[in-house]
């Protein structure tokens, strides 16, 4: 595994999930959270770089569009659809997933979905949070990529060569303030990835676990709020997916993706203690937070 910072001047590793396989079909990727943002984003470097593309989404209509807007720009690659509400899904919503996927060469899985949207505002305090919402959230970060790569993992595991499933954690997955419920979320998925990339070691699975730590992204939800504009230490989607899929593929459990987000956040929570790096990200915060009881 490449000494930490030299990854980040390292070539992807993306390329060694991509091959030819006995059919003449190139390799496919799952995408789930697909229909905008970060997980549109890579749907598209995806299917620059060679790859076949599932995209998942909620919004049947929606993720339609998306498809035949990559399919226009993409020619060469094949796509397909899959709709599930992750907030609230059921076992079949599961199982018809991976329908989708079992007569299909998949080799890149990328829990993307996740987020915020259950709730009513992004940044609120945590008792203002209604139990509907704590459950919808959890549903949507937690249950749903652990559920979906536990049905995935044994066509996965079949496989002679690597095959790759990739997770969006969060920052917040320290505990950040306004932002307590999807923090802890974001925690529970860390320490699932941890244990899962440990487990397929131990079994010299060719599975590859990574966790991509991401930090604030300029997407639909941070759009709507004046407070916060794109820039360095708050990249575009684009921006985000690519800095993911360069990162890919050399030994990592768990990595910060863009480089600019690790210069943010590791001088905070390393050097200052707790009391004030909590202050700092709560400053940043306040202003977007809702009043309480609202």
Not at 57 to 77: D, I, S, T
Not at 102 to 117: E, H, K, R, S, Y
Not at 168 to 179: E, L, N
Not at 200 to 215: A, N
Request: with cysteine; net charge neutral; hydrophobic share 40%.
């Amino acid at each position: 595994m490449p000494l930490p910072l030299i990854h980040y001047l390292y070539s992807s590793g993306l390329p060694k999930y991509r091959r030819q396989h006995k059919d003449g079909e190139y390799s496919w990727a799952l995408v789930t959270g697909a229909s905008d943002g970060i997980g549109r984003a890579l749907c598209s470097e995806l299917s620059s770089r060679g790859f076949n593309v599932v995209l998942h989404g909620r919004n049947e209509v929606k993720l339609a569009r998306v498809r035949e807007e990559l399919q226009a720009v993409h020619p060469q690659q094949h796509f397909r659809t899959v709709t599930a509400d992750a907030s609230s899904f059921s076992q079949a919503d599961i199982d018809r997933i991976v329908s989708q996927v079992a007569d299909i060469p998949l080799t890149v899985l990328i829990n993307n979905v996740g987020g915020t949207a259950p709730l009513s505002s992004n940044f609120k305090h945590f008792e203002d949070t209604t139990p509907a919402e704590m459950e919808a959230v959890f549903s949507l970060n937690v249950q749903f990529p652990l559920q979906l790569t536990r049905a995935i993992l044994p066509q996965l595991q079949q496989q002679q060569e690597s095959t790759l499933v990739i997770t969006c954690g969060s920052q917040a997955s320290i505990g950040q303030p306004y932002v307590a419920a999807y923090s802890g979320c974001k925690g529970a998925l860390h320490a699932w990835n941890r244990a899962l990339a440990a487990e397929q070691y131990e079994d010299r699975s060719q599975v590859e676990i990574l966790e991509v730590i991401v930090g604030p992204t300029y997407t639909q939800n941070l759009q709507k709020d004046d407070n916060f504009s794109p820039g360095l230490f708050m990249p575009t989607a684009d921006v985000m997916a690519r800095a993911v899929l360069a990162r890919v593929g050399h030994g990592h459990r768990t990595i910060v993706p863009y480089f600019w987000h690790l210069v943010q956040s590791a001088p905070l929570y390393a050097l200052l203690p707790a009391s004030i790096a909590d202050h700092v990200i709560a400053s940043i915060l306040k202003p977007s937070v809702k009043s309480k009881g609202t």
